[in-house]
């Protein structure tokens, strides 16, 4: 197949994920998922783990340009990118784009942050790509998001700019109770999704008490209250997403609808909860969210600074 194709990395802490792109479409024609997370890796490593990990989709002259977002540019990644503070548009985060040190035609895209008027400060790093593929694949301009994760964020994008948005620790508290607490003890390991279940937790997070007096009531459901171990993780979600959804209410009235960005492991959990609150959600990808945003910015990048936008790559071979 001829055409240009660029390849975009998403690095995190503990995953990397690559994909041959036809910039064109913006559509992965090839993957690699199996690759290590920035946390396994010195800084010293990146240029050459990647420049292996691609190899074979760099074959050409020039090789196919390489856009890398995540945690790989942050502070203990390949080298910390910028995070300009709000408002942002994907054409501002193409002027924040850097060069990643020892590999041609390789770039990293910055982050974000946002002062709120309170004097909080937050961060993003990844989930803007995200926020702008998802605008892109609806064709929307202004839009209120959720992507759900380990950190959550709740974000309102207007006229094309990201104006604000929240962060709730809801999916690492999820697993550190799980792991590390007498709560999380009692919990069958991998057990499946139970919706009804899930709906329990969720009722209890909107009583007086607040979180940390319904986690531990948990443990009194487990000894006397009938939840079994099979259905302890279910609660706890449903309890966690509950309280990140009270949090958020408090900080910005609910809207009508999201755009609701994750994988499928968290659409139907986050489906409910929204439902229950009055919230309509329409559901993208987090993958194609990711692709999309990534090349928005990319074209951005190359048309503000010079340069082609992608290289014929020869692919159809296992990655």
């Known amino acids: 197949m001829t055409g240009a194709h660029a390849i975009i990395i998403d690095w995190g802490t503990s ?100 002062h709120g008027p309170d004097g909080h400060i937050d961060v993003m790093r990844g989930e803007e790509v995200q926020i702008f593929g998802a605008l892109a694949e609806v064709g929307a301009v202004s839009a209120h998001l959720c992507l759900p994760g380990t950190h959550s964020k709740w974000a309102t994008v207007r006229d094309g700019a990201l104006e604000r948005f929240f962060t709730a620790m809801t999916g690492e508290l999820y697993r550190a109770i799980l792991r590390h607490t007498v709560v999380g003890r009692l919990a069958m390991e991998d057990a499946a999704f139970d919706a009804r279940v899930f709906e329990r937790g969720l009722s209890v997070a909107g009583r007086p008490g607040g979180l940390l007096y319904h986690l531990f009531g948990a443990r009194g459901q487990v000894l006397y209250g009938g939840l079994a171990a099979a259905e302890v993780a279910s609660y706890l979600s449903g309890l966690l997403i509950g309280e990140e959804l009270e949090r958020m209410a408090e900080l910005e009235a609910l809207p009508d609808h999201v755009l609701l960005v994750c994988g499928e492991r968290l659409r139907e959990p986050y489906e409910i909860a929204l439902r229950c609150r009055g919230v309509g959600a329409v559901w993208i990808d987090a993958r194609l969210a990711t692709l999309r945003g990534v090349v928005s910015v990319m074209r951005h990048h190359r048309s503000a600074f010079g340069g082609r936008t992608g290289t014929a790559v020869q692919h159809g071979a296992s990655a």
């Open 15 to 114: 995953s990397f994920r690559a994909y041959l792109v036809d910039v064109e479409t913006g559509r992965a024609l090839e993957e690699i998922a199996d690759g290590l997370g920035m946390g396994a890796l010195e800084r010293s490593e990146f240029p050459s783990y990647c420049r292996e990990q691609t190899a074979r989709w760099r074959s050409s002259n020039p090789p196919a340009p390489i856009y890398m977002a995540g945690m790989v540019g942050a502070a203990q990644g390949w080298l910390t990118a910028p995070q300009p503070p709000l408002p942002v548009s994907a054409d501002d985060l193409a002027h924040h784009v850097v060069a990643a040190d020892g590999m041609e035609e390789a770039w990293i895209l910055p982050g974000v942050r946002y």
